[in-house]
Antibody, heavy 116, light 109 residues
Framework: QVQLVQSGGEVKKPGASVKVSCKASGYTFTNYGVTWVRQAPGHGLEWMGWISALNGDTNYAQKLQDRVTMTRDTSTSTAYMELRSLTSDDTAVYYC?????????WGQGTLVTVSS | QSALTQPRSVSGSPGQSVTISCTGT?????????VSWYQQHPGKVPKLLIY???ERPSGVPDRFSGSKSGNTASLTISGLQSEDEADYYC?????????FGGGTKLTVL
């Protein structure tokens, strides 16, 4: 069965960076891209970007493109999302999801808290 | 890249039908057939209800249906049930980026 398992919650100070992982299983990793979506507490879903698991091509949300990097490791079927220069506005649950256009399979979410 | 516009809340009684609208522009919702809808219960992962405007993944009841007219997409839930009470999000894929709506809270009275 398809599974996406994300790394555990993180607490970071303002200005720091965070790297969240998303390990895929149950399907051929390079056949699908991985999308990252975040949700601030009490707020809606926000698309962050997408990475092709096949060749590493990426598309990022305009507002994040200077601070976010998405990568993948095909040897371990794992996708990564790194966000730099964190502020309190980046406090959110971060989700990975399989695919680029619509998402039936999601990770369990990773809570990133930015606090001094 | 502005968010799609959804009503903040809708409500209905059990057995009734409700429709949630999702308004974009001729550059996103109006230009592509890639509108999807997600249901999210509090503290849970979003669940895909509709993709490609009208398609339902296997396992999603046919009480949920999607449509689109011009720059506005809609999700209709018929035969409302108490478990339908949740947040609903529309989403429009436009190639190099994707937009979400702000979300609609559905209350089953």
């Amino acid at each position: 069965q398809v599974q996406l398992v994300q790394s555990g919650g993180e607490v970071k100070k303002p200005g720091a960076s965070v790297k969240v992982s998303c390990k895929a299983s149950g399907y051929t990793f390079t056949n699908y891209g991985v999308t990252w979506v975040r949700q601030a507490p009490g707020h809606g879903l926000e698309w962050m970007g997408w990475i092709s698991a096949l060749n590493g091509d990426t598309n990022y949300a305009q507002k994040l493109q200077d601070r976010v990097t998405m990568t993948r490791d095909t040897s371990t079927s794992t996708a990564y999302m790194e966000l730099r220069s964190l502020t309190s506005d980046d406090t959110a649950v971060y989700y990975c999801a399989r695919g680029g256009r619509d998402w039936s399979y999601w990770g369990q979410g990773t809570l990133v808290t930015v606090s001094s | 890249q502005s968010a799609l516009t959804q009503p903040r809340s809708v409500s209905g009684s059990p057995g009734q039908s409700v429709t949630i609208s999702c308004t974009g522009t001729s550059s996103d919702v109006g230009a592509y057939k890639y509108v999807s809808w997600y249901q999210q219960h509090p503290g849970k992962v979003p669940k895909l209800l509709i993709y490609d405007v009208t398609e339902r993944p296997s396992g999603v009841p046919d009480r949920f249906s999607g449509s689109k007219s011009g720059n506005t997409a809609s999700l209709t839930i018929s035969g409302l049930q108490s478990e339908d009470e949740a947040d609903y999000y529309c989403c429009s894929y436009v190639g190099s980026y994707t937009l979400f709506g702000g979300g609609t809270k559905l209350t089953v009275l």
